[in-house]
């Protein structure tokens, strides 16, 4: 697999190496070695996944509080998506990026966003479905929202129409976010990333 660095630090795009013959495909769409050479730390597995949407849905842009914040790999197994990956660390020379990569079942590409960033996307077909392997459990109480279509932001999603859930329509701009000290600090994620280490069990500990 080829893994690729985007423009957002902590963000990577993953493009497997598929082996197709007349009875189908196979392929290696997560490798925990080749992932950890790439990021610097292995990641660990603790929820898995999966996500169903019509045409036209937007989801996101979400994010967790940092530590233990949640790291994520995510991929494409049916139908297609722009995963978009938003820069929310306060500090980031990149605050308030965002970055979009196509995910289909086609090239069967996945993108890896570590603690801190936010993470969303546009399904472009019906049935689009997603599959997550994420580095900590849902918790309810450290997990936040930024408005989609806030204009600050301006992510430009493939829909005429976006279709939000209630939580997210409800959930503050950007701006609004940062007053309410509810972002990520840039300086706390890069040390919370640099303290997994190569056993990558720092995310019991904290910081």
Known sequence: MKIRELSI??????T?????????????????????????????????????SARGVVRGIHFADVPPGQAKYVTCVRGAVLDVIVDLRVGSPTFGRWEGVRLDDTDRRAVYLSEGLGHGFCALTDDATLSYL?????????????HPLDEELGVEWPADVPLL?????????LAQARERGLLPEYDNCRRFVASLGPDGMSHSTGM
Request: with cysteine; proline share 8%; glycine share 8%.
């Open 165 to 173: 859930s209630a939580r997210d329509d409800a959930a503050p701009t």
């Open 16 to 52: 497997p190496q598929q082996h197709g013959d007349p009875r189908g495909m196979f392929m290696e769409w997560y490798r925990f070695d080749k992932l950890a050479e790439a990021v610097g730390h292995p990641m660990r597995l603790a929820q898995a996944n999966l996500s169903v």
């Open 134 to 146: 994420c580095s900590a459990s849902y918790n309810p109480t450290g997990e936040h929202a930024v």
């Open 9 to 14: 630090e902590g963000a990577w795009e993953i």
